[in-house]
């Protein structure tokens, strides 16, 4: 089954990678994207305060305190959704 990720897993993803900082070709590889799809991902999330680009020979990404709060956020709730997935399987099963 072919199913696409929704932009709130995506931006999660991306948010994870760079927690210890990361290039833009970490970043592709990492969060399985193209060059073309991440760049628009990477300017929402600097622009929104989520990701710092430090300057340099290469531009390197790393994710804020508070981007690292809204990552930490979305696993919890992810983690609660899953277990409430689980429960309504079995239910059915």
Do not use: W
Not at 64 to 91: P, W, Y
């Amino acid at each position: 089954m072919n199913r696409k990720r929704s932009s709130d897993v995506i931006i999660s993803q991306i948010l994870e990678v760079c927690v210890g900082g990361a290039s833009k070709t970490k970043i592709v590889y990492q969060s399985n994207l193209n060059f073309t799809t991440v760049n628009p991902y990477l300017d929402l999330l600097s622009n929104c305060g989520l990701l710092e680009a430090s300057e340099g020979r290469h531009v390197v990404y790393k994710t804020t305190a508070r981007g690292v709060k809204l990552m930490n956020s979305f696993k919890h709730h992810q983690s609660e959704i899953s277990k409430l997935c689980d429960l309504l399987e079995n239910a059915f099963a």
